[in-house]
């Protein structure tokens, strides 16, 4: 996570505050407060502007009304020291860590930079603030901070979210289990990366049907301000048989100083289509007038759609990264586009290609087709319409240049 420099610090800060002695009563004031003496609030980040902070971040506080010292507890630690980390990342076996810091620390950080704070005090009873206050300090323990990470199912919100719906007894979970989502995974994806379009681009074409599974308002609250928003409509008892608001204040600490994210995501067919498009089209062009540039271009396409294909393929057999598997644009884009370099090369001199690379195009046109018709069929979830409306043209001039019988063109000078 982007603060995990800023977390480290803070934890160091509040151990050394500890041993010096002279904080050390804000830690004790919360580990030992009764419940009644405890508020709970939700304390949400906005997004940031650098693209692993576009999700944003919470985390939990907890304050001791009677010293006024606070407590935050959050799940968006990561140790790059762990041993391979960096294989474990891109295996999609990433460890992460829960953190406990003062509150007016953790949240410095967030109002330096401009990223917008906003507490939320929740109603908890007295032996529900306890409950909750008792599972964190347990959670911190070292043998049980770490968690699997998992970027939809498994993270920061999520871990809050959970926290907060065990000490309420299941409540959170019954209530936002009933209510749709207002987007899918994919599309809050693409909005909030739609600053850094070349990243939003890469991961949309990396994730896979999981990515599009209709949510609800459960799912979604893996986002810090999608459960921001879920909370002002939770319910709660009241303990006298009626039901109350579970946010009883909400108040913004600091305001958002950044741009922020659209509130929908960006319509990519008809851009990609576009590119598509424009792609065969200088294609043709390149092959009539600038042979050397055809096969130049050519090439780039196919050793891109090769790379594209054999990282899907791995993504898909070999890691954890659940919402990459079974991903559709393994048929627009695969390793087998490797083979037909030397076909466009041949072709570059007015060459037909041969018996093996015009099964290979013909194979790769009914990979389309069939992309396109997978597409159709109903209960298909995968949102891929973007790549087919790109990969059709561009495919269809590969074929076109490679498989025809053409003059020879002109001699390049």
């Given amino acids: 996570m982007p603060q995990a420099l800023h977390r480290f610090a803070a934890g160091i800060a509040l151990l050394l505050c500890c041993l010096l002695g002279w904080p050390s009563h804000a830690w004790a004031g919360v580990a030992d407060a009764p419940g009644s003496s405890l508020e709970v609030s939700l304390i949400t980040y906005g997004p940031g502007e650098t693209y692993w902070e576009r999700f944003g971040h919470d985390a939990i506080e907890l304050r001791d009304s009677v010293s006024g010292e606070a407590i935050s507890f959050n799940y968006g630690v990561f140790d790059f020291d762990e041993r391979g980390f960096l294989l474990n990342f891109a295996r999609g076996r990433m460890n992460y860590l829960m953190d406990a810091a003062p509150s007016d620390v953790d949240q410095h950080y967030y109002v330096d930079v401009g990223r917008s704070v906003t507490r939320q005090k929740l109603a908890f009873t007295p032996a529900q603030a306890a409950d909750l206050r008792d599972f964190l300090l347990w959670n911190l323990r070292p043998e049980n901070v770490r968690y699997r990470y998992d970027y939809y199912a498994d993270n920061c919100a999520t871990r809050v979210r959970d926290a907060l719906d065990k000490a309420l007894g299941g409540a959170l979970r019954e209530q936002l289990k009933a209510r749709a989502g207002s987007m899918t995974f994919r599309q809050q994806t693409a909005r909030l990366m739609s600053q850094q379009a070349w990243l939003m ?41 009626g039901m109350r608001p579970l946010v009883i204040d909400e108040q913004v600490l600091s305001p958002n100083r950044l741009v922020p994210p659209p509130d929908s995501a960006p319509d990519l067919r008809l851009p990609l289509a576009f590119a598509g498009l424009i792609f065969a089209a200088l294609l043709v062009l390149a092959r009539r007038f600038a042979p050397t540039v055809y096969a130049l271009l050519g ?40 083979l037909l370099l030397r076909a466009v090369w041949r072709s570059r001199r007015g060459a037909r290609a041969s018996r093996f690379a015009d099964a290979l195009i013909v194979l790769q046109l009914l990979a389309v087709l069939a992309a396109i018709l997978l597409h159709l069929l109903p209960g298909i979830v995968q949102q891929n319409q973007p790549w087919l409306l790109f990969a059709l043209p561009a495919w269809l001039g590969v074929a076109w240049i490679t498989r025809g019988q053409h003059r020879s063109p002109p001699s390049a000078p």
């Fill in 201 to 241: 681009l890469i991961l949309d074409l990396g994730l896979g049907p999981y990515a599009d599974q209709p949510l609800s308002a459960w799912q979604e609250s893996f986002l810090p301000m999608e459960l921001q928003t879920s909370l002002r409509d939770v319910k709660v008892s009241d303990g006298q048989g």
């Fill in 299 to 338: 090439s780039l396409y196919l050793v891109l759609a090769g790379i594209v294909g054999t990282v899907l393929l791995i993504l898909w057999t070999l890691t954890a990264h659940q919402s990459a598997w079974a991903n559709a644009n393994l048929l627009l884009f695969n390793p087998l586009a490797f």
